[in-house]
């Protein structure tokens, strides 16, 4: 199958939290539009049992919508609301690391602190 996206975008969408099959899924319909859930296994490339949950996932996160037929059709947002949500989900990923890092240098109490000039 030719892919309308190779191995370097899809690292670059895993960057932004996608998984392989998302980034896969998501491309597909950025490049080629609104598809049924079959067309899309077929052109991203996975296995036709993950198409839908894969699907899901995405529509849980805003990037793809449901165009509701007879055989459902599914759309991606843009590409750049897309990358925007997906960063956006980055930086709470991290606002809650820093939360918890500071959570745990006020709970967690060293018996001895190693001095910052100690040679081993």
Sequence with gaps: MNQPFDEKTLSKMGMFG???????????????????ASKVSRYADIPRPHTYSVLKALQMRGLVTVIPEAVNRYRAVPL??????????????????????????SEVKPKEAIPANYQS
């Design 80 to 105: 750049d609301e897309g990358m925007d949500l997906l960063m956006e989900e980055q930086e709470q990923q991290l606002s809650h690391l820093r939360q918890a890092r500071d959570e745990l240098l």
């Design 18 to 36: 996608l998984t392989e099959y998302e980034a896969r899924v998501y491309l597909t319909l950025i490049v080629k539009g609104g598809l049924e």
